[in-house]
């Protein structure tokens, strides 16, 4: 059967919209809540890292190259996100909504990854 929309496509606009998450993290870092307190340092540099890790993603997925090694880490980036920041706030207020979103970003990271041409 004939794609209706090419892969290399729905890359493109999940790497643009990473490269929004990433813009995002950068534009807006100072003002961004929600680093557990329990992780070391400053939690700016949390936020500004992500936003890093994003936009490396976006550019390695736009360029096709490094593709598989960046999007399994934005994967293993997306996973830490659910277990530290996603998973106590379901315990706290039962919404799934940023748990399931972030594991969907993960899953699509991680089939983009393993889509890869040789």
């Known amino acids: 059967m004939k794609k209706f929309i090419p892969t ?3 890359e493109i606009i999940y790497a643009l919209i990473m490269a929004y998450f990433g813009a995002f993290h950068l534009k807006y870092g100072a003002t961004i809540k929600g680093v557990p307190e329990y992780m070391p340092g400053n939690e700016k540099i949390w936020v500004y890292l992500a936003g890093i890790v994003f936009l490396i993603a976006a550019i390695a997925i736009i360029l096709n190259k490094f593709k598989t090694l960046t999007c399994y880490l934005l994967a293993v980036m997306l996973i830490v996100f659910v277990l530290m920041l996603h998973v106590p706030q379901v315990m706290r207020d039962g ?4 748990l399931l979103k972030d594991v969907g970003l993960a899953m699509a990271a991680i089939i983009i990854g393993n889509n890869t041409s040789k």
């Open 8 to 10: 290399r496509l729905a």
């Open 95 to 98: 919404n799934l909504y940023q």
